[in-house]
């Protein structure tokens, strides 16, 4: 009788506080999942056995290979029976020899360690006349009209210090894109993180070769080199020889069926494939292995909400987010797109104190979800946050309007951060408390949107999509990327 009064006591107060989208039930599978997870949660173990074993996870090398089948196997492992490859054709991209020399004449270059930026093409040899151009924003080519044709630019990844207050940062693909546009030869991006750290990634919106070299140089030997362009005319001779080919790439899935909404699903995946300077422990290992042990936990305890879930491995995100375009191309062509109700995305994600999402409409189950954990852990602040942006596998869901969210307010472990895509970037940097508490705060998000009696947010019309884009200011960067696809 006492246990009855005080659930009855919690659902008035959540009632009470705007919180009238939980179900009673929720209190106590939510406790259930904050157990399992905390006792027995696989996130952390399987991530170091993943990176002992098979180390990077590129798509379209044996690693990636061997990762795609570790996720399936893993899900299998779990009890999963609805469990597929998703196979799709990707324009696969490795590095191959790099050299870059820099210096103020021709006939006396020195070396400076750099690393190949993809999808560079496959062979280059390029002696220019070095021009710096800033953040490498439109703006700075439109003031300097001319100034960085058949030369090579030399920009920042992020936002120079003492740039101009509100000054804008663009991904490294838009800037190369930028560049390319205005007449550059090549490109030297300069690196943010102190130490020497080099960064790898992709320099291309579409996920294809790039007609110009592409190269990231440490932040110290960047701002040295700068400032002799500054002093007076600078060059480089880079040489590069990379691989390009069409290879097949997989994603996994694993699906639990909707009790009494199984045409209504909600996504939550995240990116599998790594880089191949580390064994990307960080990004997205603590992400994608949080997201199969979500998995195992729905399986642990019998979970079935009332609508499908799908649990999505993705590969191909680091090249352009081959992997979820294809998701999304599947689905569009088989109509089934219009059946997923909300997509969850964690890349990169880290003890999360609260939850993200496009949709305002969502805060109120959002937070009504957030209260139960919060009940459960008082770390757990319930922040709640909306916005969007772009470069990461919810990107091709929200472009057709569908509603994209996950965990927010947490901090990458162990400093972390300067190891973004860089040779750093390994399992001594990952936290298992942290991993635990985005398994087990994110699968009671899952639980909750896929189990709610009424999902307030809808999917946009084509034009509401246009309308929530630019209110976010991603028309640009859009543009830059050939994905606006309105006239205007």
Not at 34 to 49: D, G, I, R
Request: proline fraction near 3%; charged fraction near 20%; hydrophobic fraction near 40%.
């Amino acid at each position: 009788m006492v246990k009855r009064s005080l659930i009855a006591v919690s659902c008035l107060l959540l009632a009470g506080t705007g919180m009238a989208q939980v179900k009673p039930e929720w209190n106590a599978v939510f406790k259930n999942i904050n157990t399992e997870v905390q006792s027995n949660s696989k996130a952390y173990a399987t991530l170091k056995q993943a990176t002992e074993t098979i180390g990077h996870r590129l798509t379209g090398s044996e690693n990636g290979k061997k990762a795609e089948e570790y996720a399936y196997n893993l899900l299998k492992l779990y009890g999963f029976k609805n469990l597929r490859y998703q196979p799709f054709e990707v324009e696969s991209w490795s590095r191959g020899t790099i050299s870059v020399n820099i210096g103020a004449t021709t006939s006396a270059l020195h070396p400076v360690k750099a690393v190949t930026l993809a999808h560079s093409p496959v062979k280059a040899d390029l002696t220019a006349e070095v021009v710096d151009m800033g953040n490498g924003l439109e703006a700075d080519y439109q003031a300097s009209q001319g100034k960085v044709k058949d030369k090579i630019a030399l920009v920042y990844l992020g936002v120079l210090p003492g740039s101009p207050a509100g000054t804008k940062s663009l991904h490294r693909s838009e800037k190369t894109a930028i560049a390319t546009k205005y007449g550059a030869k090549g490109i030297i991006i300069i690196n943010t993180a102190e130490g020497g750290i080099l960064l790898t990634g992709t320099a291309s919106v579409t996920g294809k070769l790039i007609p110009i070299p592409a190269v990231c140089i440490g932040k110290e030997d960047g701002l040295a080199f700068k400032k002799e362009v500054a002093a007076g005319k600078q060059y480089a001779h880079i040489t590069m020889t990379n691989f390009s080919g069409l290879i097949k790439a997989r994603n996994v899935i694993a699906t639990i069926k909707g009790k009494t909404l199984p045409n209504e699903k909600v996504v939550v995946g995240g990116h599998l494939d790594s880089w191949d300077l580390a064994t990307g422990a960080i990004d997205n290992g603590i992400g994608s292995f949080s997201v199969l042990d979500m998995a195992r936990t729905f399986q642990a305890l019998k979970l079935q909400p009332e609508r499908t879930v799908e649990f999505v491995m993705f590969m191909g995100e680091e090249e352009g987010l081959l992997g979820s375009k294809a998701y999304v191309d599947a689905a569009v062509k088989d109509k089934s797109i219009d059946q997923i109700r909300y997509m969850l995305n964690y890349d990169m994600t880290n003890d999360p104190k609260g939850f993200s999402t496009t949709a305002e409409e969502s805060k109120e189950l959002f937070q009504s979800i957030g209260s139960i954990a919060q009940q459960l852990d008082t770390t757990f602040r319930n922040t709640f946050r909306t916005g969007a942006g772009l470069h990461s596998d919810h990107q091709p869901f929200m472009l057709h309007g569908v509603p994209t969210g996950g965990g927010a307010g947490g901090a990458l472990p162990n400093n972390a951060g300067p190891c973004y895509h860089a040779d750093c970037d390994n399992f001594k940097l990952v936290d298992e408390q942290g991993m635990k508490n985005t398994v087990r705060y994110s699968a009671m998000l899952l639980y909750g949107i896929a189990d709610s009696k009424e999902l307030k947010a809808k999917h946009f019309t084509d034009e509401e999509t246009k309308a929530f884009l630019l209110k976010n200011n991603l028309k640009e960067p859009l543009k830059i990327a050939g994905e606006w696809r309105w006239d205007d």
